[in-house]
């Protein structure tokens, strides 16, 4: 949070202000050998991913001031994303050991968006949209397919136990 910014518009402006955070559930998951980006989405690891701690970070810096920080958590969501990301590791997995992994990654990847537990992009907007509109939010929202069960499944679980949950979900669903 830019300090600076408050003192450049004034308080009054900022004043009931909302910061809508919104990590992945598949940070907690990664994406197998897809995930390279699961570590900057989720970079204090499992039991306090990014979120948690922007949010704190950010909460703490910004309720002086009114402002106040919802943590949206998407789950599996119908997007153009799953087939690029297959693609990719696809082409760049061939002829590496990563090959046999990367098939059942990129497999998941593709069957997610035919699946009836995934969810139309509209979900994740209607919770930003609940989350800026009420007058007292809560402090995170899971929407769409799996986030609910994903984020019950990682509290639930030891670390070892979630890794192979996630692992055995991979390989039902390819």
């Known amino acids: 949070m830019d300090a600076g910014l408050i003192d450049r518009v004034g308080p009054e402006y900022v004043a009931h202000a909302r910061v809508t955070l919104t990590p992945a559930v598949a940070a907690l998951v990664g994406a197998g050998v897809a995930g390279a980006w699961s570590p900057d989405r989720s970079a204090a690891g499992r039991r306090i991913g990014l979120a948690a701690v922007l949010a704190v970070t950010v909460g703490y810096a910004a309720s002086p001031f009114g402002i106040k ?32 992994q990367a098939k059942i ?46 984020l019950l499944a990682q509290r639930l679980l030891t670390d070892r136990g979630f890794d192979r949950f996630i692992r055995l979900m991979y390989r039902v669903i390819s």
Do not use: F
């Open 105 to 150: 990654v990129s497999g998941t990847l593709r069957a997610a968006d035919k699946s009836r537990v995934t969810s139309g992009p509209e979900v994740v907007a209607e919770a930003i949209g609940k989350a800026v509109q009420l007058r007292r939010p809560r402090t995170r929202y899971a929407v769409g397919g799996g986030a609910r069960s994903i």
């Open 69 to 100: 920080v919802v943590v949206i958590e998407p789950g599996a969501i119908r997007t153009e994303w799953g087939a690029i990301s297959a693609d990719n590791l696809e082409a760049s997995s061939a002829g590496t050991v990563y090959r046999d």
